[in-house]
Nanobody, 119 residues
Framework: QVQLVESGGGLVQAGGSLRLSCAAS????????????MGWFRQAPGNQRELVAG????????NYADSVKGRFTISKDNAKNTVYLQMNSLKPEDSAVYYC????????WGQGTQVTVSS
């Protein structure tokens, strides 16, 4: 079972940038998710969790929610068992707790990392 630890969140002004990291412990992304899509999700208070970006572990194809396309970039480092989310031109509506997980078959959720964008 893979343990996922998200980091990199914080408080930033609108228009700023943050880089989130998702590191795996236990089983690696390579072994657990070799044929899967890893994704970044976010959940704001009162809202459902939504998928904002995904990347196929082998092959590296990506997809993005319309709300973040052109501003966010998902990437990965297979050797480091880490997924990243570069967030630029942040808006207040991006404020949420951000999580990573296997898109198709999510395991236990980590604690997430809080992103707060002030106007």
């Amino acid at each position: 079972q893979v343990q996922l630890v998200e980091s990199g969140g914080g408080l930033v002004q609108a228009g700023g940038s943050l880089r989130l990291s998702c590191a795996a412990s236990g089983r690696t992304f390579n072994s657990a998710f070799s044929s899967d899509v890893m994704g970044w999700f976010r959940q704001a208070p009162g809202n459902q969790r939504e998928l904002v970006a995904g990347i196929r572990w082998n092959g590296g194809s990506t997809n993005y929610a319309d709300s973040v396309k052109g501003r966010f970039t998902i990437s990965k480092d297979n050797a480091k068992n880490t997924v990243y989310l570069q967030m630029n031109s942040l808006k207040p509506e991006d404020s949420a707790v951000y999580y990573c997980n296997n898109v198709g078959r999510p395991g236990p959720w980590g604690q997430g990392t809080q992103v707060t964008v002030s106007s």
